[in-house]
Nanobody, 125 residues
Framework: QVHLVESGGGSVQAGGSLRLSCAAS????????MAWFRQAAGKEREGVAA??????TSFADSVKGRFTISQDNNKNLYLQMNSLKPEDTAMYYC????????????????????WGQGTQVTVSS
């Protein structure tokens, strides 16, 4: 059974940094698309960044140049967030594909089979 557990959220002032982690257990796929999404209060969920099993990454325009997505050999997922802005405030979710996924890998709901429970990020001005 696959479990994705996020950590690393918190409160930070604008301009600060946070690093989110997603611990993946039971995730056995050798080819995959993993991503971070976020949902602010009263807004729709949006894709933030994605990475595939080859290490190819993609980012939403709103975070390009500020956020970095990475993974380790255990398929744990990370999101380094720099130069944070109040509009980055949201619940952040880790997500992963199942046995197949649409190429190219993007942070899109259609790619997702597994979701984490989320971690809150709050950026104050």
């Amino acid at each position: 059974q696959v479990h994705l557990v996020e950590s690393g959220g918190g409160s930070v002032q604008a301009g600060g940094s946070l690093r989110l982690s997603c611990a993946a257990s039971g995730y056995k796929y050798s080819s995959y698309c993993m991503a971070w999404f976020r949902q602010a209060a009263g807004k729709e969920r949006e894709g933030v960044a994605a990475i595939d099993s080859d290490g190819t990454t993609s980012f939403a325009d709103s975070v390009k140049g500020r956020f970095t997505i990475s993974q380790d050999n255990n398929k744990n997922l990370y999101l380094q967030m720099n130069s944070l802005k109040p509009e980055d405030t949201a619940m952040y979710y880790c997500a992963a594909s199942g046995g197949w996924w649409y190429s190219p890998c993007r942070a899109q709901s259609r790619q997702v089979t597994y979701w984490g429970q989320g971690t809150q990020v709050t950026v104050s001005s």
